[in-house]
T-cell receptor
Framework: GAGVSQSPRYKVAKRGQDVALRCDPI?????LFWYQQALGQGPEFLTY????????KSGLPSDRFFAERPEGSVSTLKIQRTQQEDSAVYLC??????????FGDGTRLSIL | AQKVTQAQTEISVVEKEDVTLDCVYE???????LFWYKQPPSGELVFLIR??????QNEISGRYSWNFQKSTSSFNFTITASQVVDSAVYFC??????????????FGTGTLLAVQP
């Protein structure tokens, strides 16, 4: 498809489990962003890649959160030892260098 | 620090009414972008508009119009003759500009617009 693709759409995990969320950006988009959206709130920035380089990870809430984009295309957001407060929608966005960000449908993560 | 405030949590209107969504922002940057995104129940954020801080001209696109006023740090969004399909959460956002490229978006808390038939 032509848009940003995220998988899985929904993820349920038990507290303490590790999860991996995938983002497939629009082809050719060098910039890739991850955001976390809690219920009833606006998205909050987590991290930013330009190609394979992670240029800003200031929004990652703890060292349990890790993101990578090894070949400058697909990106994975990994959360280790999940906790209930990690429950949220995780949004991925991509863009050309000076263009607006285009978002995927998000992954809704529920931690039991 | 950068901040976006959307004071209206929820607005309900009847179809064909006009509605204005308010957005007030704070930034120390002289160069920045302002955005509006729409989030329907499906969850995807849909880009509506981007404005550069140097361009204060109002913009109209069909039933949508935007009023950017630097003097009051506001970037309001008006929907004319609202329709049921306009029902969604609308987010205003701010981005600094680094080296000519946009950076991370700072979002407001959103305004839920419900258009009743």
């Amino acid at each position: 498809g032509a848009g940003v693709s995220q998988s899985p759409r929904y993820k349920v995990a038990k507290r303490g489990q590790d999860v991996a969320l995938r983002c497939d950006p629009i082809s050719g988009h060098v910039s890739l962003f991850w955001y976390q959206q809690a219920l009833g709130q606006g998205p909050e920035f987590l991290t930013y890649f330009q190609n394979e380089a992670q240029l800003d990870k200031s929004g990652l809430p703890s060292d349990r959160f890790f993101a990578e984009r090894p070949e400058g295309s697909v990106s994975t957001l990994k959360i280790q030892r999940t906790q209930q407060e990690d429950s949220a929608v995780y949004l991925c966005a991509s863009s050309l260098e000076d263009q607006p960000q285009h978002f995927g449908d998000g992954t809704r993560l529920s931690i039991l | 620090a950068q901040k976006v405030t959307q004071a209206q949590t929820e607005i309900s209107v009847v179809e064909k009414e006009d509605v204005t969504l308010d957005c007030v922002y704070e930034t120390r940057d002289t160069t920045y972008y302002l955005f509006w995104y729409k989030q329907p129940p499906s969850g995807e954020l849909v880009f509506l508009i981007r404005r550069n801080s140097f361009d204060e001209q109002n913009e109209i696109s069909g039933r949508y119009s935007w009023n950017f006023q630097k003097s009051t740090s506001s970037f309001n969004f008006t929907i004319t003759a609202s329709q049921v399909v306009d029902s969604a959460v609308y987010f205003c956002a701010l981005s600094e500009v680094l080296g000519g490229a946009t950076n991370k978006l700072i979002f407001g808390t959103g305004t839920l617009l419900a258009v009743q038939p």
